[in-house]
T-cell receptor, first 112, second 112 residues
Framework: IAGITQAPTSQILAAGRRMTLRCTQD?????MYWYRQDLGLGLRLIHY???????GKGEVPDGYSVSRANTDDFPLTLASAVPSQTSVYFC???????????FGQGTRLTVV | AQSVTQLDSQVPVFEEAPVELRCNYS??????LFWYVQYPNQGLQLLLK??????LVKGINGFEAEFNKSQTSFHLRKPSVHISDTAEYFC??????????FGTGTSLTVIP
């Protein structure tokens, strides 16, 4: 693994189903983030974690939950997917010292 | 509240012409500023960053940006664009809480 790995790369999901998007980083970064990217809206922060064991809400947290059991992993869960959650989801991490965030390649999720 | 405004959603420019992509940020945010580039179907890559020091920062691929505190701007420039510069460009700020917030993006299209 080099950098940030997201899985799956794409998924079609029936509305009402539960789904977990996975994110793993091998840079030992303290901070991790989940964004969704929608046309015309740019990237919007869903949830973040500044260190293992802590999480916080971003701009659009409703319908999503996260956990940070260890430094490397930061899964994003949709408890009951709705079509408005169709989007491209990006995981990112940073070392928390002012350096930039590094991004994964994204997960394209379609809720039908 | 923190905010980032990218004033132009689409910028067409002829090959070898100069380009400026505009970004303004709200004065309440930390002045850690970044520009990212996103090529089709890929994640975001860092172009350049401003953390402190010289207000003119140089990045990869011949891009540069100037931090202007009085105008709360961080415009991205390149003196001569290439076809390969066609991409989506995002301006971002890092807050004191270590969160990254993004603008809505500017789609740069380089015309042969």
């Amino acid at each position: 693994i080099a950098g940030i790995t997201q899985a799956p790369t794409s998924q079609i999901l029936a509305a009402g189903r539960r789904m977990t998007l996975r994110c793993t980083q091998d840079m030992r970064h303290n901070a991790m983030y989940w964004y969704r990217q929608d046309l015309g809206l740019g990237l919007r922060l869903i949830h973040y974690s500044n260190t293992a064991g802590t999480t916080g809400k971003g701009e659009v947290p409703d319908g999503y939950s996260v956990s940070r059991a260890n430094t490397d992993d930061f899964p994003l869960t949709l408890a009951s997917a709705v079509p408005s959650q169709t989007s491209v989801y990006f995981c990112a991490s940073s070392d928390g010292t002012g350096n930039p965030a590094f991004f994964g390649q994204g997960t394209r999720l379609t809720v039908v | 509240a923190q905010s980032v405004t990218q004033l132009d959603s689409q910028v067409p420019v002829f090959e070898e012409a100069p380009v400026e992509l505009r970004c303004n940020y709200s004065s309440s945010v930390s002045v850690y500023l970044f520009w990212y580039v996103q090529y089709p179907n890929q994640g975001l890559q860092l172009l350049l960053k401003y953390l402190s020091g010289s207000t003119l920062v140089k990045g990869i691929n011949g891009f540069e940006a100037e931090f202007n505190k009085s105008q709360t701007s961080f415009h991205l420039r390149k003196p001569s664009v290439h076809i390969s510069d066609t991409a989506e460009y995002f301006c971002a700020v890092r807050t004191t809480g270590n969160q990254f917030y993004f603008g809505t993006g500017t789609s740069l299209t380089v015309i042969p």
